[in-house]
């Protein structure tokens, strides 16, 4: 076994193999370095490794200067499992003809101790998407029966046959299984053009992972689907908001409906909603109605990086807050989804910024979800949107430590928890 962490690569059969006179090396931001073993962890189960093309790995070598791996070595990344939040980021020499990558997060990885490791943390203990937990056969089954049992409904078909099926969504496939977070989606149609957005992009950027639902449930098939679930599963929760969807304030009458014929049948379970915050009186409204709990995305506290990356239509930064703080009035659960970019997240100037926004609104949770994108890609807003001058780089752990010493009562996670116990 070797001491010290070295750069792995594909060769030209696709193996994934180690590169011992290459120190591994891992990126915020523009800036590459060592790895160091002491903020590694073994590659958690579930993850994939990702050959990145027209890409050669890139390392160290005993004199300390960074080189390219032979191209015959292509560079790898891994793709780590929800709940896991990535510190540092693959490094990779591109050349001209080098495609965008598609939309996921590129954590470093390197071969460490005879075993693949990562720069990455697991802030997330709950065990409602680990890979152990699905049984692929019993989806299948329950799926079958769920579509026999209302062959009417198309939300159910659509989360069933598209959503775990073909997606392998987690919460898709907890509500076929009857347990925990259940997904409903309502909206195909959005009022933000994220960079990254995994449901729609243009011809020009990248293929999306996932397709939009092309239909607007009923609130009976809201209601068919979601006191089913709340009444039977444990630490029961539906979600308004999906990947599979667009923002679903945009149909925000139609989940004020749902839920007040939801809370008629039953009182058990949490109503929740993951939304880019835009619209603060739709939510005012939800909150009338009887919505628990709910989720903001932002890639960043700061108006300009954040515009920047949502390509706003008709609503701004500041909407996002005081959807925030009618929230926090409204006494549900906040949780912020912290898109997380190494280099950019725990950017001095960035926490200045973060740390404003939670004296403001003072949210239950920050969900650290590591942003899917191209990294180079990323970088190119980043740079457009904030100035390259003064950057100064905590590292990802010291953020998170700063936090926790400056904000102690915040939770930190990755998954929405339940927000009513029964």
Not at 48 to 73: H, T, W
Not at 352 to 371: E, F, G, H, T, Y
Request: hydrophobic share 40%; proline share 7%.
């Amino acid at each position: 076994m070797r001491s010290s962490p070295t750069t792995v690569a594909a060769d030209c059969r696709g193996w994934i193999i180690d590169l011992p006179g290459l120190a591994a090396a891992g990126r915020s931001g523009h800036t590459v370095y060592p790895l160091d073993g002491a903020r590694l962890i073994p590659l958690p189960e579930g993850s994939d490794l990702y050959m990145m093309p027209s890409r050669q790995a890139v390392g160290f070598a005993a004199d300390e200067s960074m080189v390219a791996a032979d191209g015959q070595y292509t560079a790898v990344a891994a793709f780590l499992p929800p709940g896991y939040t990535a510190f540092s980021l693959a490094v990779c020499r591109s050349d001209k003809t080098a495609p965008r990558l598609p939309l996921y997060c590129y954590c470093a990885v390197c071969w460490y101790r005879g075993k693949f490791h990562v720069p990455a943390l697991r802030v997330d203990t709950d065990p409602k998407h680990d890979p152990s937990r699905f049984d692929r056969r019993a989806v299948g089954q329950q799926v079958k029966a769920w579509l026999r049992r209302y062959p009417a409904n198309r939300l159910i078909a659509h989360h069933g046959l598209v959503c775990a099926l073909q997606y392998s969504c987690p919460n898709a496939i907890n509500l076929f299984l009857r347990r925990w977070e259940a997904p409903v989606a309502v909206s195909g149609r959005c009022n933000a053009r994220c960079q990254g957005c995994i449901s729609e992009q243009a011809a020009t950027a990248v293929k999306s992972p996932h397709n939009r639902i092309n239909f607007i449930p009923t609130v009976e098939e809201i209601v068919e689907l979601a006191v089913q679930h709340l009444e039977q599963a444990p630490r029961a929760m539906i979600s308004f908001g999906q990947g599979c969807e667009g923002e679903p304030l945009l149909q925000g009458k139609l989940i004020e409906k749902a839920i007040r014929e939801i809370r008629k049948k039953t009182g058990r379970g949490t109503l929740h909603i993951n939304t880019n915050g835009s619209l603060p009186k739709a939510v005012a409204r939800l909150i009338d109605a009887g919505l628990d709990s709910i989720r903001v995305s932002l890639n960043s506290a700061r108006k300009s990086l954040y515009t920047a990356y949502y390509d706003c239509r008709n609503y701004s930064f500041a909407d996002v807050v005081q959807t925030l703080r009618i929230a926090g009035k409204g006494g549900l659960w906040i949780s912020l989804n912290y898109l997380t970019f190494p280099g950019v997240t725990d950017d001095e100037n960035e926490y200045a910024a973060l740390a404003k926004l939670l004296d403001s609104v003072r949210p239950q949770m920050i969900q650290w979800r590591n942003l899917n994108i191209d990294p180079d890609w990323y970088m190119e807003t980043v740079d457009r949107a904030v100035p390259v001058r003064n950057r100064r780089i905590m590292g990802i752990p010291e953020l998170m430590q700063k936090l926790s010493g400056d904000f102690p009562d915040i939770r930190f996670g990755y998954f929405n928890p339940p927000a009513r116990s029964y």
